[in-house]
């Protein structure tokens, strides 16, 4: 008896024990500069059959936005889960070597995962049998003291569970390349109303196809390696870009084609298979999601919200910024809603499309359109973001107009809903107290220009930013 009761303690911790589920493992796949121009997404000149399954194996989030349209502040911000301009992260690439850090309580994702006992690794290094090796981009726009990621290896992740491992790829970042077999066939593809039907632009727009061909390829190879390595079951997958598309009218820009992304997670006991939501997510909301998913209290602070699971929360609103890119001065804030957008113009003295050397050498498309412009071969829509200013305020209806070729914004019919978004984004430039109204020193963008410029000089040829 004495010996049974000695033993009933120790029976009944290993039951609660083996009861305990396992934490699960988290994979961020995160594709540069791509909007959701999948198959999945009913593009049907895209061929991304690896993506496609991916999405039917989960859910498919239909209104997913970064907060910035170009990666240094978009990443910033969705590895902290806060917004850029809270913590002076909003000019691209501006804090990158300047010993600047974030204030205390503003922390990348690896250190919290990490603290509650995950292993890290933001993977470059693959088995022979993946054929590629991954970029590893963070490119935060602040500085790091210290190691963010236990390792780069995929070997090592069997042996260390559970795990939050990032793999970044870089195929849809111009420049393109055409695929190696069966490439996009210009003359077959759908152009977006805002470009010219012209070979330049039909061949750009296929390469960028083709780069998607090639991304899913690799996506595919390491759910592949996921799976032989045993590890799907127990691995939530997230697959999302980084910003969108490279095209006129895209990165660098506050319209759809800047900000929104694909999203798609697989995690079936959250995500039947085969699932899609209309619902806003942020990609702060990622950072939030995969922080409540692996047990950790998110931060008071923190932006970002879960979309899954027990603390879920549906967003209202999305907002997101774009400042300084390069030679590019500009400030614009954005909120849309379930169906309408409003940007907000700082300079609409500068005109839609600024001059960047980055996007004159990397995108045909800019030049094409000065020429066309030239020769009076625009249509209407498309001289409009030819104009040498912009209005202070853009409102769209993106239910109705999806490529935000009309403006609404001195429209009676829609000035309540102008009201409404207008006061969301003013409550949002507040609560966040947004850096962007602070002028940047001139010394400090002068010393940050001469550096670009001569990384330009550098680089030319390469094409990559």
């Known amino acids: 008896m004495k010996l049974l009761a000695s033993l009933t ?25 791509i909007s959701p121009d999948l198959g999945c997404y009913g593009n049907r000149d ?8 991916l999405a039917s194996q989960g859910r498919l989030y239909r209104h997913a936005y970064s907060t910035a349209p170009v990666c240094s502040p978009s990443r910033s911000a969705f590895c902290t889960g806060m917004y850029q301009i809270a913590f002076a992260a ?38 022979a049998s993946a054929g590629f090796r991954g970029t590893g981009k963070t490119d935060w726009n602040f500085c790091y003291d210290g190691k963010p990621y236990d390792s780069a290896k995929w070997n ?34 759908t152009l977006p109303p805002y470009l010219p ?35 799907r079951d127990n691995t939530i997958v997230f697959f999302f870009g980084d910003n969108g598309r ?3 009218r895209g990165k660098c820009t506050a319209y759809e084609a800047g900000c929104a992304v694909p999203l798609m ?6 995500c039947p298979p085969g699932s899609s939501s209309d619902e806003l997510v942020s990609l702060i909301d990622v950072t ?24 879920a929360k549906r967003r209202e609103f999305i907002f997101t910024a774009r400042d300084r890119l390069d030679e590019s001065l500009d400030r614009t804030r954005t909120v849309r809603d379930a169906r309408f957008k409003l940007i907000r113009n700082f300079e609409p003295q500068r005109p839609y499309i600024q001059p960047m050397p980055y996007l004159d050498r990397t995108n045909p498309n800019y030049a094409l359109m000065r020429q066309r412009q030239a020769e009076g071969k625009l249509n209407a829509a498309q001289m409009k973001f030819m104009a040498a200013s912009r209005p202070a305020e853009e409102l769209y209806d993106l239910q109705n107009d999806p490529f935000e070729l009309k403006n609404l914004a001195e429209s009676p019919e829609h000035r309540e809903t102008l009201a409404r978004l207008r006061a969301a984004l003013d409550r949002w430039i507040e609560q966040t107290n947004d850096s962007g109204r602070i002028p940047e020193d001139p010394d400090v963008r002068r010393r940050i220009l001469d550096e670009h410029k001569k990384k330009l000089e550098q680089s030319a040829g390469k094409g990559k930013r």
């Open 9 to 33: 303690p120790l029976l009944a911790a290993s039951v609660l024990f083996a009861a305990e589920p396992a934490r699960p493992n988290i994979l961020w796949l995160i594709g540069e500069d």
């Open 46 to 53: 895209a061929r991304t059959p690896n993506l496609d399954r």
């Open 90 to 127: 909003h000019h691209h690439r501006s804090h990158r070597d300047d010993g600047y850090k974030p204030p205390a309580g503003i922390r990348v994702i690896s250190d919290r995962l990490r603290e509650a006992g995950y292993f890290t690794a933001n993977v470059t290094q693959f088995p």
């Open 156 to 189: 090592d992740l069997k042996s260390h569970q559970p795990f939050y491992a990032q793999v970044n790829f870089q195929e849809t970042h111009r420049i393109y390349k055409k695929a190696a077999q069966n490439p996009t066939d210009p003359a077959k593809v």
């Open 197 to 231: 039907d012209h070979p330049i632009a039909r061949e750009d727009w296929a390469l960028y196809h083709d780069s998607m061909i090639m991304l899913d390829a690799k996506v595919g190879a390491v759910l592949d390696l996921l799976e032989k390595d045993g590890l």
């Open 246 to 248: 490279e095209c006129f």
């Open 265 to 270: 997670v697989r995690w079936p006991a959250l």
């Open 288 to 311: 939030a999601t995969t922080l409540a998913l692996a047990g950790v209290a998110l931060p008071k602070e923190m932006h970002g919200q879960p979309f899954l699971g027990p603390g």
